[in-house]
């Protein structure tokens, strides 16, 4: 209760030791609450879950799929490393997390996420630093869409009611979890750069021959594309 309470009221600098003082528990205890007691955080999420379908203002929500990152002094928590941090707006040491909102025009709640752990974390070089943090042994290097797939088809098992997804361009542009909505019949809206080419109807995929007579690697588009407003 005390840890949520300080994370809830300050508004910067949300460490265990500032949190501590916040809250006027030592910050070595926060610590060791969050990194060795044995409370679930899945369980958590789920009895929040739990509590949001059944709850009328959440009826008629959307999905909001996108990331979230956290600067980090060091390269020592799970998954840190010199990555975009989209709060800063560069390539920085951080922390990048995956996260569903439930969003309606009155209410915005967290329901779901997971650590983005970078693909240098599954070479054979961090295997004591990865049993160190606790990466679980089953996990391997997914993609910040695949990601957010697992975590839309794990909300949806679950039966919480959203009646479509929305996203940034890092995930709209992503052909392959555009696919997999799709076929899951899940309503989406997602960005897409301000280059995208878009063909109003099919274009033509040449693969031009070469001065030898072979078909080449790159094939030309030939349509009328339109600009992306």
Do not use: C
Request: net charge neutral; charged share 25%; proline share 6%.
């Amino acid at each position: 209760m005390r840890y949520l309470s300080g994370l809830l009221r300050m508004e910067t600098k949300r460490n265990f030791a500032n949190v501590g003082r916040k809250t006027e528990v030592p910050g070595q205890n926060l610590q060791h609450f969050i990194s060795n007691s044995p409370w679930s955080a899945s369980d958590l999420i789920a009895a929040v879950q739990s509590e949001i379908k059944s709850h009328p203002a959440f009826q008629e929500a959307i999905l909001v799929l996108d990331e979230s990152a956290e600067e980090k002094a060091g390269a020592e928590s799970a998954g840190a490393g010199r990555q975009h941090d989209g709060r800063l707006g560069k390539i920085e040491m951080s922390q990048v997390g995956v996260f569903l909102s439930l969003v309606t025009s009155q209410v915005n709640t967290w329901i779901d996420g997971e650590l983005y752990i970078p693909a240098h974390w599954f070479e054979a070089s961090y295997a004591e630093k990865r049993k160190t943090v606790g990466i679980p042994d089953q996990r391997t290097f997914q993609k910040k869409p695949e990601l957010g797939w697992q975590l839309i088809q794990r909300v949806q098992a679950r039966g919480i009611p959203f009646q479509a997804v929305v996203m940034d361009e890092l995930y709209g542009r992503n052909e392959v979890l555009r696919q997999q909505l799709n076929q899951a019949g899940i309503e989406y809206y997602g960005d897409v750069p301000v280059d995208t080419r878009v063909f109003l109807e099919r274009p033509e995929v040449v693969y031009p021959l070469t001065k030898r007579g072979q078909p080449a690697k790159n094939p030309k588009i030939q349509g009328q594309p339109y600009e992306v407003q």
